[in-house]
C-alpha cells in the first residue's frame, strides 16, 4: 500500500517549457487535491476533483491545467512555466475532509 | 474571504520547553478546524477539532477550539528535538465543495538540544 505517490520528486525548467505533474492513489479516494507550497504562505490549493472525469479550480489556477482521467491519478500540468511557478507542489487525496493524505510533494524550480 | 492566521511565524525552544502555537480563523460556515505536522516532506494529520472547548490531547500534544473567538491552540509539553517541524492549521467549512481545506501559512517549531 503505497498510499499517495508523485513523480517527479524534482525538476529545473526553464522559463516556457511545459510539463506534467503525476499523483497517484491507491486508497480508492473519490478526492484528490494538488497545492503549492510556498515560504510562509502555507498551502494553497490549485486545483481538486471530486471524482473520476471531474476538475474544479482552487484558489490559484491561472498557469495550470489538470486532468482526472482514472481514479487513481491525478495530474498537474504546466503549459509554459514561469518563474513564479517556481515551489513545491503537494498533492493529496481523501474520503473525508480531515483525511487529507499527502504525497512526498515535487520541488520545481522555473529559471 | 476566508482567512486563516498562525502565530507566531517560528520560533525556538529548548528541549523541556513548552510551546503554545496559535490559529485564528475568519470563514463563512465553520465545520472544524485541523492541524498537521510538517516534517521534511508530507503534512501528517495530527487533530480535527469541531467542538468549543473541548481538549484533544495525544501524547505530549493537545488542542483546543474557541469558536466564540474563533481561535484554536496547539499546545506541545516537555518538547523533544522529534517536534521540530512546520505546524499547519486548516479550517474545513460546512458543505465545502469537493471537500476543501483552507491553510494557514504554518508555524516553524525548532527544539534545540
Known amino acids: 500500500n503505497a498510499g499517495v505517490t508523485q513523480t517527479p520528486k524534482f525538476r529545473v525548467l526553464k522559463t516556457g517549457q511545459s510539463m506534467t505533474l503525476l499523483c497517484a492513489q491507491d486508497?480508492?479516494?473519490?478526492?484528490m487535491y494538488w497545492y503549492r507550497q510556498d515560504p510562509g504562505m502555507g498551502l494553497r490549493l490549485i486545483h481538486y476533483s471530486v471524482g473520476e472525469g471531474t476538475t474544479a479550480k482552487g484558489e490559484v489556477p491561472d498557469g495550470y491545467n489538470v486532468s482526472r482521467l482514472k481514479k487513481q491519478n491525478f495530474l498537474l500540468g504546466l503549459e509554459s512555466a514561469a518563474p513564479s511557478q517556481t515551489s513545491v507542489y503537494f498533492c493529496a487525496s481523501s474520503s473525508r475532509p480531515y483525511e487529507q493524505y499527502f504525497g512526498p510533494g515535487t520541488r520545481l524550480t522555473v529559471t | 474571504e476566508d482567512k486563516v492566521v498562525q502565530s507566531p511565524l517560528s520560533l525556538v525552544v529548548h528541549e523541556g520547553d513548552t510551546v503554545t502555537l496559535n490559529c485564528s480563523y475568519e470563514?463563512?460556515?465553520?465545520?472544524?478546524l485541523l492541524w498537521y505536522k510538517q516534517e521534511k516532506k508530507a503534512p501528517t494529520f495530527l487533530f480535527m477539532l469541531?467542538?468549543?472547548?473541548i481538549e484533544k490531547k495525544s501524547g505530549r500534544l493537545s488542542s483546543i477550539l474557541d469558536k466564540k473567538e474563533l481561535f484554536s491552540i496547539l499546545n506541545i509539553t516537555a518538547t523533544q528535538t522529534g517536534d521540530s517541524a512546520v505546524y499547519l492549521c486548516a479550517v474545513y467549512r460546512f458543505k465545502a465543495a469537493g471537500n476543501k481545506l483552507t491553510f494557514g501559512g504554518g508555524t516553524r517549531v525548532l527544539v534545540k538540544p
Open positions: 470563514v463563512t460556515n465553520f465545520r472544524s
Open positions: 469541531t467542538s468549543s472547548g
Open positions: 486508497m480508492n479516494h473519490e478526492y
